[in-house]
């Protein structure tokens, strides 16, 4: 089974400052989805960014950008312009099209914004 | 805007009770699943079902079923609910290769 892997348990930012989330997975297949998901303290999951495989332009919504790193199975999320309500727990997730639309969670990094 | 619901935001049950947590989606999603999230394990897949009456076993399928017998409704069942199965229960919906969407969870406890 793929595997995801964030090595941040915890992160803290600066309001307005930029924070780089980290995500790498272990994968054999050359098409697949990766995605951001963000939690917030009402639990209630949303996608935050989605990036394709076969893209080489790393996707960009708004203050949120990511750099994926294909050859390096690298998929880190960039937030620019911190705001209070950023402040949630983050899911890495990697998708398979070949192995049933199953989806790979990230254990989380849990985001602290500080006003 | 799709709208994934959850029977009960929170739940309490004894040890030996048969539970059921009822899912439904309102966007005619083909894909829907069940994950449970503890602290430090992330979401970790239970079931998926791709279609009516389609089910796949996930990560962690021991000590729990599933049921679809129509499209926009996915059931979770315990059929005997142990104290380890204290957690929360996520469920979600998504199209053949979109993103999923998620309900707001069952905080559910086993004593």
């Known amino acids: 089974a793929q595997t995801v892997t964030q090595s941040q348990p915890e992160m803290s930012v600066q309001e307005a400052e930029t924070v780089t989330l980290s995500c790498t997975y272990d994968?054999?297949?050359?098409?697949?989805?990766l995605f951001w998901y963000k939690q917030p303290p009402s639990r209630q999951m949303i996608l935050v960014i989605r990036?394709?495989?076969?893209?080489?332009q790393n996707a960009t919504e708004n203050r949120f950008s990511v750099n994926f790193q294909k050859a390096a199975k690298s998929f880190s999320l960039k937030i620019s312009d911190s705001q209070l309500g950023d402040a949630a727990m983050y899911f890495c997730?990697?998708?398979?099209?070949?192995?049933?639309?199953?989806?790979?969670f990230g254990t989380g990094t849990s985001l602290t914004v500080i006003p | 805007d799709v709208k994934v619901t959850q029977s009960s935001r929170y739940l309490v049950k004894r040890t030996g009770e048969k539970v059921f947590l009822e899912c439904v989606q309102d966007?005619?999603?083909?894909?829907m699943f069940w994950y449970r999230q503890d602290p430090g394990l992330g979401l970790r897949l239970i079931y998926f079902?791709?279609?009516?009456?389609?089910?796949e076993k996930g990560d962690i399928p021991e000590g729990y079923s599933v049921s679809r017998e129509k499209k926009e409704r996915f059931s979770l069942i315990l059929e005997s609910a142990s104290t380890n199965q204290t957690s929360m229960y996520l469920c979600?919906?998504?199209?053949?290769?979109?993103?999923?969407?998620f309900g707001p969870g069952t905080r559910l406890t086993v004593t």
């Open positions: 979600a919906s998504s199209l053949l290769r979109g993103k999923q969407y």
């Open positions: 994968t054999s297949e050359s098409d697949y989805y």
């Open positions: 079902s791709y279609d009516v009456k389609m089910k």
């Open positions: 997730a990697y998708r398979s099209p070949l192995t049933g639309n199953q989806f790979y």
């Open positions: 966007m005619d999603h083909e894909n």
């Open positions: 990036q394709e495989a076969y893209k080489q």
